[in-house]
């Protein structure tokens, strides 16, 4: 030390010392705050546990395609005879006995499917006939009807699916896988939401929300209309260059303030304005589904310039196979309560069926063609069943099925998933009978399909180690489902 330096040293107040003290201790910290938002591989397996990340595992990204307002699967999957037999009757008290119902009054009837039911494919899966092109994929998929939930309203039941809390503030399905196995783009986000039908899912954006997680693992809304992601251009007058200067000045005062107080939320906001400026380029190459072949864009039904479930299947394609993680499709209107023509079994849901029906199966086909398909874990399904009885809330014509958590149909495909039936339910359709599946089996089965152990994927966050299947063991694996 020089003999000015050892001057300052002794005229430095205590309160200087302190101050300066716990910069130095806060640059230090930078390195560990970092590394917490944004685990290594190495740090990642920490975090999970020994042997978390399994070798040889299928499924490098997840496409969920959610039907919001829960579809009727008596009307598409689970056909029952029985029940088209004791159409109109009146329906058993032991199936309402202790029962709650979110609309049903009094003594309801029992009603059997106004469409017909065929079987289809080696797996000889019966489908509705308002699904003629998903009949078409029925050997690449293992059809679930032994789901069930314990939420019987929608947004609870959506957020309970998606965040494994029945309220808003936990962490996203695709928030969890993102933090698990990390992004396989830098210049993309690893989660991304894409919306059909009008309006937000039910529970809305809290079901993309990353909760207690680093921000960065946040789901990203992109529009198939206008601008990909809303506020990701650059406003009038300032160029690339300029964006850029910018930025670096933000990360250093970032950096200073994250030294100074050290929340990790502001390392994230480095990070996020970083992948925001890369994005700029290659999102709205990436989202221009001009691009495709006329061939492709009919095979899916896809109109470029249009907002639709059939542009937004291409687009999820178009997004896993830049090597987005997880891609959420939403799609709103499957509430079949029979108040109307605009909600009924036989105006209303054929509606949803033609909307949807060929570009589902169209986004199996073209990622099979692909090579991609053992590659990508493709799930369909909504929130909640419905049930076998007639819902006729206020004396109503129209036919239509109240709220059931006790029993509705899924599907998946590709991921290393076996095709074929899972599950039972009741000659009713009411309850499920054999190899019953709840929603942490559900989250629990696909964390594993990407290689992450449900059971050691955890987070501490307020004194918990918070994990997407909830604090107790109850979800399993189903190993019947893997080939």
């Given amino acids: 030390m020089t003999e000015l330096e050892l001057l300052q040293a002794r005229a430095m107040s205590r309160r200087t010392f302190f101050g300066k003290a716990g910069l130095g201790l806060g640059a230090l910290a930078m390195g560990a705050l970092e590394a917490d938002a944004y685990p290594s591989p190495t740090r990642r397996a920490s975090l999970l546990g020994?042997?978390?990340?399994?070798p040889g595992v299928r499924a490098k990204a997840v496409i969920y395609l959610h039907m919001s307002g829960a579809p009727p699967s008596l009307d598409l999957f689970d056909y029952k005879p029985k029940l088209n037999e004791l159409n109109l009757q009146d329906c058993p008290d032991s199936y309402l006995k202790g029962e709650r119902f979110a609309f049903i009054k009094g003594k309801p009837k029992l009603l059997g499917s106004p469409h017909k039911f065929k079987q289809h494919g080696q797996t000889?899966?019966?489908?509705?006939?308002?699904?003629?092109?998903?009949?078409?994929?029925?050997?690449?998929l293992a059809v679930i009807h032994s789901m069930s939930t314990e939420q019987f309203n929608h947004a609870p039941a959506e957020l309970f699916l998606y965040t494994g809390n029945a309220f808003?503030?936990?962490?996203?399905?695709?928030?969890?896988?993102?933090?698990?196995?990390?992004?396989?783009?830098?210049?993309?986000?690893?989660f991304v939401v894409l919306l059909s039908g009008g309006t937000d899912p039910t529970g809305g954006k809290s079901l993309w929300s990353s909760g207690f997680l680093p921000s960065i693992h946040q789901g990203v809304q992109c529009r198939s209309v206008g601008d990909p992601i809303l506020y990701l251009s650059d406003p009038p007058g300032m160029d690339r260059q300029t964006r850029r200067r910018s930025l670096d000045a933000l990360e250093k005062l970032n950096r200073q303030?994250?030294?100074?107080?050290?929340?990790?939320?502001?390392?994230?906001?480095?990070?996020?304005?970083?992948?925001?400026?890369?994005?700029q380029l290659s999102v709205p190459d990436l989202m221009d589904i001009k691009k495709e072949s006329q061939a492709t864009l009919d095979l899916y039904g896809a109109k470029p310039g249009e907002s639709s479930f059939a542009n937004n299947c291409l687009l999820a394609r178009r997004l896993v196979e830049k090597g987005v993680r997880f891609v959420q499709l939403y799609d709103w209107g499957w509430d079949i309560h029979g108040t109307g023509?605009?909600?009924?079994?036989?105006?209303?849901?054929?509606?949803?069926?033609r909307d949807t029906d060929k570009a589902c199966a169209a986004l199996i086909k073209d990622l099979k063609q692909r090579g991609m398909l053992d590659d990508v874990l493709v799930v369909w399904g909504g929130e909640f069943g419905r049930t076998p009885m007639n819902e006729a809330r206020g004396g109503s014509k129209f036919l239509g099925r109240d709220h059931n958590p006790n029993a509705f149909t899924i599907w998946m495909a590709g991921g290393g998933t076996k095709p074929g039936s899972y599950g039972q339910t009741d000659e009713l359709g009411y309850k499920v009978v054999e190899n019953k599946m709840t929603i942490r089996d559900l989250q629990a089965t696909i964390l594993d399909r990407v290689g992450l152990d449900p059971f050691k994927l955890h987070f501490d966050y307020q004194g918990l180690g918070n994990r997407l299947i909830g604090p107790t063991d109850e979800g399993r694996v189903i190993r019947e489902l893997k080939k």
């Fill in 50 to 54: 020994e042997g978390s990340a399994k």
């Fill in 341 to 353: 023509a605009g909600d009924d079994l036989v105006t209303a849901l054929p509606g949803k069926c």
């Fill in 124 to 140: 000889g899966a019966w489908m509705c006939d308002l699904l003629p092109h998903t009949a078409s994929i029925a050997d690449e």
């Fill in 257 to 279: 303030e994250a030294s100074a107080l050290g929340d990790p939320e502001t390392v994230t906001r480095i990070s996020q304005y970083e992948l925001a400026y890369r994005m």
């Fill in 168 to 190: 808003p503030g936990g962490a996203a399905l695709g928030s969890w896988m993102t933090y698990g196995i990390g992004t396989a783009n830098k210049d993309l986000p690893g």
